[in-house]
T-cell receptor
Framework: LAKTTQPISMDSYEGQEVNITCSHNNIATNDYITWYQQFPSQGPRFIIQGYKTKVTNEVASLFIPADRKSSTLSLPRVSLSDTAVYYCLVGPDQTGANNLFFGTGTRLTVIP | DAGVIQSPRHEVTEMGQEVTLRCKPISGHDYLFWYRQTMMRGLELLIYFNNNVPIDDSGMPEDRFSAKMPNASFSTLKIQPSEPRDSAVYFC????????????FGPGTRLTVL
């Protein structure tokens, strides 16, 4: 079971770039790296997913080094509405869902 | 699409009562997941289905919990009898094959057992 380690909390000012790093030293060859965002009183929302190198979408970028033992979620120019808990998950695809572990996540607070 | 639909959104019941939570996945999604979230334990996977068949229920806490998926558009999670320690937010999520671990979560059911 590839567990993850990420900071419990982070603070950032509006307009700054935020980078949240996740460690997953025991990642397996067929594991994806997936990030979710959760607002209070809502279900988690998929943000981005990658396997290696860099992935970018309209919301965030995901940087994965060659050894895949860590990953960094990058949120460009955060706003107050980005205040949420961010979860890093590592695991195979849905067929191995029993190995998914959300952990405690990183609570990001964006300050005006 | 309306997304994953869960009902009720809030449920308050007394210890010993039966509780049934309902979920309608996104049409066409083959996988359905039930999660429980508490402050102490975070987000835990309870059980998941593939094409209406339960694949792994190792996360179900005990025999008081049961889940069914009679068809592709409906699933239930039942607790009988309920206990105060079952108080949590229960999420249902669905997904489709070939998308890694991209799951679509419902709004959740907040259960309070008195």
């Amino acid at each position: 079971l590839a567990k993850t380690t990420q900071p419990i909390s982070m603070d950032s000012y509006e307009g700054q770039e935020v980078n949240i790093t996740c460690s997953h030293n025991n990642i397996a060859t067929n594991d994806y790296i997936t990030w979710y965002q959760q607002f209070p009183s809502q279900g988690p929302r998929f943000i981005i997913q990658g396997y290696k190198t860099k992935v970018t979408n309209e919301v965030a970028s995901l940087f994965i080094p060659a050894d895949r033992k860590s990953s960094t979620l990058s949120l460009p120019r955060v706003s107050l509405s980005d205040t949420a808990v961010y979860y890093c998950l590592v695991g195979p695809d849905q067929t191995g869902a029993n190995n998914l572990f959300f952990g405690t996540g990183t609570r990001l607070t964006v300050i005006p | 699409d309306a997304g994953v639909i869960q009902s009720p959104r809030h449920e308050v019941t007394e210890m010993g009562q039966e509780v049934t939570l309902r979920c309608k996945p996104i049409s066409g999604h083959d996988y359905l997941f039930w999660y429980r979230q508490t402050m102490m334990r975070g987000l835990e996977l309870l059980i998941y289905f593939n094409n209406n068949v339960p694949i792994d229920d190792s996360g179900m806490p005990e025999d008081r919990f049961s889940a069914k998926m009679p068809n592709a558009s409906f699933s239930t999670l039942k607790i009988q009898p309920s206990e105060p320690r079952d108080s949590a937010v229960y999420f249902c999520a669905s997904s489709t094959p070939g998308t890694g671990n991209e799951q679509f979560f419902g709004p959740g059911t907040r259960l309070t057992v008195l």
